[in-house]
């Protein structure tokens, strides 16, 4: 069975690295996928990028802050929205190889 698994996204003011590192998960070549992206309350265009995604696949789910409350409390956030059978945390300015999930496919 191909077990879900739910990667996590906090993000502050991260439009300089927010397209790559969500491009590195829709591109996952382990496809059963559930993305949350939490932003905390950027000022800058990352709500713009992540509602660009959002629209684009139906895999990401959103949650927006309206004041920083910092990346604990996004991670905690994410952790309360989670369906899959997995998580993996991943931050804003961080991006993971294609074959990432999948080969940790052994653990899941």
Known sequence: MNKKVSVIVPTYNAEKYLSRSIDSIINQSYDNLEIIIIDDASTDKSKDIIKKYA?????????????????????????????????????ADDFITKDAIKDRKSVV
């Open 55 to 91: 629209s684009i696949d139906n895999r990401i789910r959103t949650f927006y802050s309206e004041i920083n409350q910092g990346v604990s409390r996004s991670r905690n956030i994410g952790l309360k929205s989670f369906s899959g059978d997995y998580v993996v945390f991943l931050d």
